[in-house]
Every structure is written in C-alpha cells, then in structure tokens.
C-alpha cells in the first residue's frame, strides 16, 4: 500500500540553481551506510553491470521520452533515487523536458524523505516537471494498485525481478503471474536488466561483498568471473576475510525476499509465455557501449534481440526491452 507521496507540503523544497553532481555527492555519505544486506550490493555500486544497466534503461527509455510529454515510469525494485537523479540530467543533456511521474515500488520500505528530496533538488536543477510516490508491496504481488496521470506507462525492472519467489516453469508460476500482471497495466515500454547466471549464486555473491569490501570495480567483476568459471586461469588478487567475517557479512536468504537469479533465456520464455514481444536493443548498442565507458574486459553483444554484456568471456548480465504482444 502506498507510504508515502511526493506532494507531502512539509518536504522542504532545494534551490533551483544547485548542481546535480552536488546532489550526487550528498548522497554518497547515506550510500556508504546503506543496507549491505544484497547479495548483488557489489555489483550495483560503480561495476561495469552497474553502468551498463543504466545506460541500457536510458537508452531505451529516451526514444518515449521524445513521444510523449507526460510518462509514467514504475520502478520496480526502487534504491535510492540516484539513477533517477542522473536520469533527469541525462533527459536534460538531449533537450527532453517530458514531465515524469515516477511510482517507486520495492518490497521493503526506502527512506522516503531523503530519495524525495534529492529527487526534487535534480528536477529543479533540471527543469523537468517531475511527481513521485512511493509503495511497499511483497515482489510476489507486484506492481499493486498503482496511480497513473500520463500519455504512456514505461517499467523499469533494474535487478529486481529475482526478487520474486521462482516456484517453477509453469505458466501460473509466481513469477510469470507478476509479468502477466504488469502486462495487464498496458505500457508502453518494459525494460528488464538482471544477472545472467543461475540460482546458486545467492550466498557466492553474498561472499564477493566480504571478498571486495573497498576494492576496485574491476577487481569486483574479475572475482565475480573468477566464481563463476572456477576453471579459469585468471586469479585476481583478493583480501581474504576470517571465518567470523565472513560468517557476519554473509546474510542468510529470506524466503520473502529470495535472492534467486536466472539466464536470460528463461526470463525470455516467462516474458513470451505472459504475452510480451521482444524489442530490438541492437539498434542501441553502441550509444550503451559507449555510455557505459567499458573497458576491455567488458564486452555488450547481441543475444537474440537482447542485449549480453560478459566480463573476460563469462556472461554475467543482460538487458531486454519488451511490449505487450500485438501492440503496435
């Protein structure tokens, strides 16, 4: 149910003229404290997966952003706000000024004052019109009853759908069932980024967090690659926590709150059976390429008509663009 909105008048409201790199900054102090609690924590914060998700999802959302002068935007899986932040400045730099309306929805609840006004200080700074509430609904029921008020519904689904309990293959599936559900809302755009590889992952990345607490971000990938193709001749040099590190900075998986990620080829036939179509993301990929400055090691290619980005030959995310099938 809904906790909070944007339209709270006791929210106090930041100067127009403040940068939004300041507001960035700000932010950085809150971050650090931030729960550590998710297994993929390590990969969100400033990896190679981190910023190609992100330009994955702005890429695919600006071509609506140019037809519509209104959007709604439901994310699912809300953080803290700062990809919307750098959204805003992003819709700025290409002279888009549509007015989002952005539903917030997560399964635990965020810290609704701060993400709210650090969202208003990048819209004033910005000048885009831009409203936002905020839910709190178990991922096995999402989206909820959201509110709507623009010309066109986009979804953003960034690192969040392997949140929702995965009971099986079947078409009345748990997870099927809230693709299905999100269909019925009619959007326009649905776009989903999440880790490619398989359920076992869970407690594996839990450790990397241990593994690669104030490391680099390519440190980070390379030891998550090394994880996960343990056969392979590249050993990044990581510090080794005791017993007792790890035992404290491993969370044990939660049963409302599962922590179980899939290959892209199953989220694509769960997306198929619920009645989506895939949109082509390979127009796309190089204004990601070179949004995300890759490196390297770090190489996006076509799967079907998603995008794969895979870290020294080891897949190890992607991201799919989708619409209701029969849609025009």
């Not at 998700?53 to 209104?70: D, Q, W, Y």
């Not at 998550?224 to 050993?235: D, N």
């Amino acid at each position: 149910m809904p906790i909070a909105t944007d339209r709270n008048p006791s929210l106090p409201h930041t100067p127009t003229q403040r940068d939004i790199a300041a507001i960035v900054a700000d932010a950085a102090q809150a971050n650090a404290q931030r729960d550590r609690g998710c297994a993929y924590r390590a990969l969100l914060e400033g990896s190679a997966v981190a910023r190609f998700n992100e330009a994955a999802t702005f890429e695919s959302l600006l071509p609506l952003c140019t037809e519509v002068s209104r959007l709604d935007l439901l994310d699912l899986g809300f953080d803290d706000g700062l990809v919307w932040v750098r959204f805003l400045a992003f819709l700025r730099s290409h002279r888009v000024s549509t007015a989002i309306n952005l539903i917030a929805v997560r399964d635990t609840p965020p810290d609704v004052h701060a993400v709210t006004v650090r969202m208003r200080a990048a819209a004033a700074a910005t000048g885009i019109p831009f409203d936002s509430m905020f839910m709190v609904t178990a991922a096995k029921d999402w989206p909820g009853a959201i509110v709507r008020n623009g010309q066109a519904l986009a979804i953003v689904a960034n690192m969040a759908l392997h949140h929702v309990p995965d009971d099986g293959p079947h078409l009345d599936s748990i997870r099927t069932m809230v693709i299905r559900r999100l269909r019925r809302l009619d959007p326009r755009l649905v776009v989903v980024c999440e880790a490619d590889f398989g359920p076992d992952a869970y407690r594996r990345l839990s450790r990397l967090g241990a593994h690669t607490q104030g490391s680099s971000a390519n440190t980070v990938m390379d030891a998550l690659s090394e994880m996960l193709e343990p056969t392979s001749g590249f050993k990044p040099v990581l510090p080794r926590p005791s017993h007792s590190e790890l035992e404290e900075l491993t969370p044990l998986p939660s049963p409302m709150r599962p922590e179980l990620p899939d290959r892209l080829e199953n989220w694509r036939r769960r997306f198929f059976d619920a009645g989506y179509a895939a949109i082509d993301l390979m127009p796309l990929r190089g204004s990601i390429v070179k949004a995300s400055g890759l490196v390297a090691q770090a190489v996006v290619a076509p799967d079907q008509q998603a995008l794969r980005l895979s870290w020294r030959g080891r897949p190890i995310a992607n991201a799919m663009a989708w619409r209701p099938r029969n849609a025009p």
